[in-house]
């Protein structure tokens, strides 16, 4: 807890602002900020401030109990933008530890690129920076678990960017699950469906990039690459491709609802690269998990987009659960013929907002209790597509022993 969040958190317990009105889920956004005085601000500051950085600041900037006071990006043309969405007088640096070194700032929003995630959160939280880090939680298992130790090792609030953890749809969705509706699930499966461009082979920077800064932590240097920097996600130095990127939401609703938030006991997987050429990471996939009492799939295509975007069903021995961007729906079995659908015996229809989500950090960095989406969480949810990414890399079954770690079989 920084020193301004502590002084103030004693002085509303003090002043008869109990910490349950704080924490209550229901409190709106209006309401807290009746509450809380222009002096309770809560400061933060943005590492990486590209398009999901500045996306979040649009999020949490609808909270008037959080002002963005540093922006911190190591390309100077998204420093400029993202001051545009801070305060008047926020400062701007290539350096986050800049950032965790100003005592005037409480918390920090991780939207750096997946190589960056783990050095970030626990410099942060040993600087005593409660942080909002963006999924995927790391680039390797090993590395999530040392991240998940260092967080614990403090008492900082560390809500993970999976905002499927906050959302009224998905939590409406497994009290359904946990109340029976759909039976003993047998089969889980995970789709994402885009028709995407090919990547570019010629990329052109508009300003200043620290590339010795960005590749960080990467092991093998290189000159300078735009094309590599504008498409991260498609190389294994900074990120677990497509299949971590977009894995670990829906492989975290599969385990939430099915396994108790636990990762699977064994992944294999086939990928290939059939848009994205000149890339490494598959843009076309499909892995199979073994969870002990159900099997899972998670299938990715971006070369068509049959079912726009993200699907997950849940298939159960009464009834399947579909979830999308659309809410939910649960059809009953038996499904008789492929053209006349069941009608659906429960229905919700809302999208995946992440206003509850940032919400839910803010409220927590008040409270001090544990946000909807705790390290464990984001490290259990990433486990799965990281086992299916080394299954793929390996050509064989990888299994997890049974505390989680890797094993060596
Ligand atoms: N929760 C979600 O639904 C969601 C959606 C999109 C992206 N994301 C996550 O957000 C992160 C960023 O994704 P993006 O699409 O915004 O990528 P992006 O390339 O648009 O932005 C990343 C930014 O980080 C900056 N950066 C890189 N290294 C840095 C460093 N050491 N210090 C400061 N800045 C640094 C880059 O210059 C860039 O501006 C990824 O981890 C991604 O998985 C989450």
Known sequence: MSDR???RHFIAQAGGIGIGLLAAPSVSAQSMSRVLGANDRIRLGIVGAGGRGRSLMGSFKKFPQAEFVAVCDVYEPYQGLALKL?????????????????????????????????????????????????????LTIEQGEKMVKAVRATKQIVQVGMQRRSSEAVRSAKKLVDDGVLGEVVMARA??????????????????????????PVKQRRALDAVRFMNWRNFWDYSGGH???????????????????????????????????????????SAIFEYPRFLATWTLCYGNSYEDSWKIFLQGKQATMVI????????????????????????????????????????????????NAPVEVGHKAVSAPHLANLAFHQKRRVALGTDGALTKA
């Open 86 to 138: 801070s305060a008047a007088g926020a400062k701007a640096t290539y350096d986050y530890r800049e950032l965790l070194n100003d005592k005037n700032i409480d918390a920090i929003v991780n939207a750096t690129p997946d190589h960056w995630h783990s050095q970030i959160l626990i410099d942060a939280v040993q600087a005593g920076k409660d942080v909002y880090t963006e999924k995927p939680f790391s």
């Open 243 to 285: 299949m971590t990127d977009q894995g670990t939401h829906l492989m975290d609703v599969i385990q939430w609802f099915c396994n108790d938030g636990n990762p699977p006991q064994a992944a294999l997987s086939h990928g290939e690269i059939y848009v994205h050429i000149g890339a490494e990471v598959p843009d076309t996939f």
């Open 5 to 7: 969040i502590k002084r």
């Open 324 to 371: 999308d961007d659309d809410g939910y729906r649960v059809f009953p079995e038996p499904w008789k013929r492929p053209d006349i659908p069941p009608k659906a015996m429960h229905e919700y229809k809302g999208g995946i907002p992440t206003e509850p989500h940032v919400l839910n950090f803010l409220e927590c960095i008040r409270s001090r209790q544990e946000p």
């Open 191 to 216: 789709q994402w469906f885009w028709n995407r461009k090919p990547m570019p082979r010629t990329a052109t920077l508009q300003g200043n990039l620290d590339w010795d800064r960005f590749q960080g």
